[in-house]
């Protein structure tokens, strides 16, 4: 089983950025699709940026251009590099870790706050 843990969320005046990171634990990390979701009070959690094990990346349309999302499997770790931040972005940011059929463990997430 993987375990993962973020960390990096915190308040943020809006233009400015942030980085999150997701540390994992166990040896198949490498084989996992990560992901970063998000949940603002009142709303459903949503997808933000996606990465599988291959280093193929996708995004929602609200992120595009100014989150990157990006993986270091020598050190299991996955990272939300956020810049441009608006207010809109405030949320609980969860890191989730995904094989078909064998994996999907998520952290208790960290929140973002974009605000002046």
């Known amino acids: 089983q993987v375990q993962v843990v973020e960390s990096g969320g915190g308040l943020v005046q809006p233009g400015g950025s942030l980085r999150l990171s997701c540390a994992a634990s166990g040896s198949i990390f490498i084989f996992a699709s990560m992901g970063w979701y998000r949940q603002a009070p009142g709303k459903q959690r949503e997808m933000v940026a996606g990465?599988?094990?291959?280093?193929?990346?996708n995004y929602a349309d609200s992120v595009k251009g100014r989150f990157t999302i990006s993986r270091d499997n020598a050190k299991n770790t996955l990272f939300l590099q956020m810049n441009s931040l608006k207010p809109e972005d405030t949320a609980v940011y969860y890191c989730n870790a995904r094989i078909v059929g064998k994996l999907d463990s998520w952290g208790q997430g960290t929140q973002v706050t974009v605000s002046s």
């Open positions: 990465i599988t094990a291959g280093g193929r990346t």
